[in-house]
């Protein structure tokens, strides 16, 4: 049964149980009513072996389940009002959603579990407490969903009511760490720890969070090493052209402003910043480049024409010092 | 000095309901006297004058407290100062209560006599005591540790008071509590620029913590991982070997080309110290080998110009390159040096220290000579100058 089906199931039953009268004593000595009792099981129990003909389709069961409206159908209206009943004061009302949230959290049913809290979080009936928790299992809710931002946006609205709600914190931390913000997930920990200071969760996800923090630093320097390498090379080939006294023709250069161009403007000298490289490198398959060898000779891609013989040769790599 | 009447006389002008200028200049009077020895003996025996001046602390005028607060700290600079302060006049728990208010103008200088009275082991003892029954040696770091914390002052100085701290064990247990998070939120002020005297408080406060060995696996391992922390200040720009490189910390690897090594040779040489300590046992020496800390050493000490400092590298390089002990004496810190063999290290010692010095004498000849030839050849440059223009 579905979550929803029981807990109907057992607000039936509770309205029906001679121990459990809620509303007219007097049904209570019919012997009616045990008769419904045992009806209502054995009905109950043919969906054991039985398919539910009318069942919405596995996939695609919202759409269904809109049609399914307390207008169309009276019955659904009748125990809908059982449930919500708008008399029931608001923290009441606040409290059997977060209930039935848990209820859907539970079987994993996270969207469902999501819609309850927020059901809740709308009544606003004033109470912190409640409030921080539904928050704070909606932030669970959408961190099982995969919503990083949404989990943060309510363990941070639940911080702000209660501060030093230890699930809460542990959440944020969690999150931040997802969304590889690391020092911001530290912050969380640091802050969780003034609160709890020996709580072990905190304690392992600030170290797991530190770590990951110096491995990212770590990255962004090998990637900065790298292309200052590369950079330092570029300049080095077109410096050796440009001594050479070669020209480069300078195509038509499209407005993009690629990485080559900011990297020239910062640090070459003006002549050099005009040469592009390019312009330089082969369509070809082959990809073949202009490049500087360690004896510091240039070694060029060179493409023969021969017309009157109407063949051409391609040569990958000319060293400039033979013949 | 004073005559006895001539103090009672001072000590009724320090009285919180004279009139401002009469306290005012008797808190000056008693400033100088406290910048020089004499006058602090002196003060030694009065401790109601000092229990006068102190209350003045708490007085309407900034101008007074500001005084009393310099009185104080020249005082507390004066070790046989110390039992009379903290004894007598007890000036502890109002310290510590201004030092955690956030918007306490002073609380620099409270940092400051603080550190000063912890200096020796026993004044020491009883300020851990009342910081403990105070406000708790955990607000203290936590205030340290907190950028902005107070913005009248920047509260440095309680660096090295961590440091003198943890001079006692009771202290050393609590920064190395495994069970908080402590020792983990100290390890970034080993590169903090801003402020030498912080810097140097925390190294001195973890090198104090390495003393106890058996916590030094605890160190090493990810959860707190404090290798990086006191190599980076050791490191240098230059490139390292691919294999080199892969070996080190994440935190050394690729380190941009204008990185500068930690400035101050003292806390160089107390990083080294750190660093030697935890080659006392057998998991760490192999740690430190794993880790690829030898090509780092090696690299600082082609850098290194103090001779103090090459020295503690050298003792570090050959603990790290050499073979390991025999089976018994794995635990450096453990072993048991019979007495003869402990003479003659002294003596060794002693001997190492002198030639040091002998060599820090020479280079400073040297120097000087060097000086000495420049500054003759310009003067002749000049005669010559003179005598063309003549």
């Known amino acids: 049964m579905t979550p929803v089906c029981h807990s109907l199931y057992k607000i039936y039953k509770q309205h029906n149980n001679p121990s459990n009268l809620y509303f007219d004593p007097k049904m209570a000595s019919s012997g009616a009513q045990y008769e419904s009792d045992d009806g209502m099981d054995e009905f109950m129990d043919k969906f054991k072996t039985q398919r539910y003909k009318n069942a919405f389709p596995e996939e695609g069961w919202e759409e269904p389940l809109k049609r399914l409206t307390p207008k169309k159908y009276p019955e659904l209206a009748c125990l809908q009002a059982i449930i919500h009943d708008e008399d029931r004061p608001p923290e009441e009302q606040a409290k059997s959603l977060k209930d039935e949230g848990n209820e859907y959290f539970k079987e994993k049913n ?23 928790v539904l928050l704070t299992n909606r932030a669970a809710a959408h961190f099982y969903l995969g919503n990083m931002r949404s989990a943060l946006n309510d363990a ?41 200071p020996t709580d072990k969760k905190l304690l392992e996800l600030r170290a797991a969070a530190d770590k990951h923090k110096r491995a990212a630093e770590r990255d962004a320097r090998k990637v900065k090493a790298k292309e200052k390498k590369l950079h330092g090379q570029k300049e080095t080939l077109l410096a050796a052209i440009q001594d050479r006294g070669i020209k480069l023709l300078q195509s038509v250069k499209p407005p993009r402003r690629g990485s080559d161009s900011e990297d020239e403007d910062k640090g070459s000298s003006a002549a050099i910043s005009q040469l592009s490289l390019d312009d330089l490198s082969s369509q070809e398959v082959t990809g073949a480049q202009v490049f500087l060898d360690e004896q510091g000779s240039l070694h060029w891609p060179v493409l023969f024409l021969y017309p009157e013989h109407q063949q051409s040769d391609f040569i990958s790599a000319f060293c400039e010092n033979t013949s | 000095m004073l005559s006895d009447s001539e103090a009672a006389e001072l000590l009724s002008f320090l009285s919180p309901g004279m009139r401002a200028d009469v306290k005012a200049q008797a808190t000056e009077y008693f400033l100088g006297l406290s910048g020089h020895r004499d006058g602090c003996r002196f003060l030694r025996s009065k401790p109601d004058i000092l229990a006068g001046l102190f209350a003045l602390t708490s007085d309407i005028s900034i101008a007074i407290v500001k005084d009393c607060y310099f009185i104080f700290i020249n005082l507390s600079a004066d070790e046989t100062l110390h039992q009379v302060l903290v004894g007598d006049v007890k000036v502890l728990p109002g310290l510590l209560k201004n030092l955690i208010d956030p918007e306490f103008m002073f609380s620099d200088q409270i940092c400051t006599i603080l550190s000063n009275l912890t200096r020796h082991e026993k004044t020491c003892k009883t300020v851990f005591k009342v910081i403990q029954e105070e406000v708790g040696l955990a607000q203290v770091v936590e205030i340290f540790c907190t950028e902005g914390y107070n913005k009248n002052a920047k509260l440095h100085y309680l660096g090295p008071l961590l440091s003198n701290l943890t001079q006692l064990p009771e202290a050393r247990n609590y920064i190395l509590d495994k069970d908080r998070c402590v020792v983990q939120r100290l390890l970034s002020f080993t590169q903090f620029q801003a402020s030498v005297v912080r810097r140097g408080g925390v190294i001195g406060t973890l090198r104090n913590c390495c003393f106890d060995h058996a916590h030094h696996e605890w160190l090493l391992s990810d959860a707190v991982d404090i290798l990086p922390f006191l190599l980076l200040p050791l490191a240098g720009p230059e490139e390292l070997t691919e294999e080199e490189n892969d070996g080190l910390p994440v935190d050394l690897q690729y380190l941009p080309e204008d990185k500068k090594r930690e400035e101050d040779p003292d806390i160089r040489k107390m990083l080294l110290e750190t660093l030697l300590l935890l080659t006392a046992t057998k998991a760490g020496r192999q740690t430190l080998k794993d880790k690829n800390v030898y090509p780092i050493m090696r690299e600082f000490h082609n850098w290194e110009k103090d001779i103090h400092v090459t020295a503690a590298c050298e003792k570090l390089v ?3 390159i050499g073979d390991e002990p025999e089976e ?24 190492e220290e002198q030639e040091l010095e002998k060599e820090q ?5 040297e120097e000087e000579e060097e000086k000495k030839k420049k500054s003759d050849a310009e003067g002749t440059d000049k005669e010559q100058e003179d005598g063309l223009v003549r």
């Open chain 2, 318 to 320: 050959q603990v790290l």
């Open chain 2, 328 to 351: 018994g004496m794995e635990n450096l810190m453990e072993l048991e040096i019979p007495e003869d063999v402990e003479e003659k290290l002294k003596v060794a010692d002693a001997k």
């Open chain 2, 361 to 365: 004498e020479r280079l400073r000849q």
């Open chain 1, 156 to 196: 941070a609205a639940a911080k702000k009511i209660k501060p030093d709600h230890l699930k809460a914190l542990i959440r944020g931390a969690q999150c931040c760490i997802e969304l590889r913000i690391f020092a911001e997930a530290m912050q969380w920990c640091d802050e969780g720890l003034k609160a709890h």
């Open chain 1, 110 to 132: 996270y969207q469902k579990a999501i819609l309850s809290y927020t059901a809740g979080l709308k009544k606003k009936c004033g109470d912190q407490e409640l409030d921080t």
